[in-house]
């Protein structure tokens, strides 16, 4: 097995939604920047967080900071984000999130349009098509000579430890074959797939021993993965992936596997694998959700209305989030639930559908970028609620 490393950067860590959607002391300021297909210096990066900001001076004035301390606050951690770049190098794009006391950034997959925006919470509509709020997953690696857990997202993957674990089949069954020990065949029926290897004579207790085996990693990958919610992808030869499903007990097991050895896979093909697969659940979920909306249109349930949605996303209610990757909503929303719209940005303005998205993410909801034809005729956001609104009983199912 080659052993490259594909981690995405030994340095910080990236940042995630739920550090951005959470409340931050005022300006928060987001600077989204494409990168040059020439390497580019870090004064030169430097010197174009600079033209932004200068450009934002009157919106930083309003808050009363300088440019000079906005360019401060960017930039004094651009050691940590030179140290988190993935090991393929330069990313098309990079986001900077920067705040009196936090800093945040993120290396982006694709390019976006220079931009600062400056307001009273970060700027995360660009970002919401390129990094997918729910990316994280885990890939349990089982073969002769290994079993390893991983932790992947969009940006890379990793390998965390497994405690009190057996660190193979092998060790496991004193060196002999894993494959001659055991005489078996994998039935070629749906039906058969699904109760697991066929056993042939005193082999059944062979396969009592296996699963045996796999009840001890269970019990260590549920300890690495106590209180988690990520989906754990199963990477094994076809006839170990349903004998491993009837031990495990972690809840979100995918019904999907990479199959084949690990050992034969490259990290970068087996990364390749199971991001290929959870971008199939991503886009299930997504088609789920807005199943869920359509299900209950005109209903109490949904709305399609930008003041509606807003006051109901301040209270913790959208459930499921929809907005468009084009145009811009500028206006306020003042407690308890009183949102004013203007034709164009005007002083002290958010943009409001990147306020209904950092309040949905601010209270456990999800956000998803669909195409505006997806929404209804004239309708900027649509939104599925945790509850009818006006009741606490009814609830989208």
Not at 156 to 171: F, N, V, W
Request: hydrophobic share 40%; net charge negative.
């Amino acid at each position: 097995m080659k052993t490259d490393t594909y981690a995405s950067g030994a340095g910080a860590k990236e940042v995630d939604y739920a550090a951005l959607a959470a409340e931050h002391e005022p300006p928060c300021i987001s600077i989204y920047l494409s990168n040059a297909a020439d390497a580019e210096s870090r004064k030169q990066k430097a010197m174009r967080i600079r033209n932004l900001l200068e450009g934002a001076a009157p919106v930083l004035k309003k808050f009363s900071v300088t440019v000079e301390e906005a360019e401060a606050l960017a930039t004094a951690n651009w050691q940590a984000v030179e140290e988190s770049r993935p090991s393929q190098g330069e990313t098309p794009g990079l986001a900077l999130f920067v705040s009196k006391g936090f800093f945040g950034h993120s290396h982006l997959p694709a390019p976006v349009a220079d931009r600062v925006a400056v307001g009273r919470e970060f700027f995360v509509r660009p970002l919401l098509p390129l990094i997918p709020h729910d990316d994280r997953f885990y890939i349990l690696a089982l073969s002769q000579k290994h079993v390893k857990l991983f932790e992947g997202s969009r940006r890379g993957i990793q390998e965390r430890m497994l405690q009190a674990t057996p660190e193979s089949l092998h060790e496991d069954f004193e060196g002999r074959s894993f494959e001659h020990r055991y005489q078996m065949h994998t039935a070629s029926s749906r039906e058969s797939l699904q109760k697991g290897a066929v056993f042939h004579g005193a082999s059944v207790t062979n396969k009592d021993r296996i699963i045996h085996f796999f009840r001890d990693i269970d019990k260590g990958v549920m300890d690495a993965l106590k209180g988690q919610q990520a989906p754990l992808i199963l990477a094994a030869v076809d006839y170990l992936v349903p004998i491993y499903k009837s031990a495990n007990t972690y809840p979100h097991l995918l019904d999907q596997a990479i199959v084949g050895s690990p050992d034969l896979l490259t990290s970068n093909e087996l990364y390749a694998a199971g991001w290929k697969i959870v971008e199939e659940e991503l886009a299930k979920a997504a088609d789920g959700a807005f199943a869920v909306f359509n299900q209950h249109a005109n209903t109490p349930l949904t709305s399609s209305n930008l003041r509606e949605t807003l006051a109901a996303a301040q209270r913790g209610l959208v459930r499921f989030l929809f907005i468009p990757s084009v145009d811009e909503r500028w206006g306020s929303l003042a407690p308890p639930d009183a949102v004013h719209l203007h034709g164009a940005q005007e002083p002290g303005d958010s943009e409001l559908l990147n306020l209904a998205a950092i309040l949905t993410l601010r209270f456990g909801g999800h956000v998803y970028v669909v195409p505006q034809s997806q929404l209804r005729e004239g309708a900027d956001i649509a939104a599925v609620f945790r509850y009818a609104l006006g009741s606490h009983t009814a609830s989208a199912g």
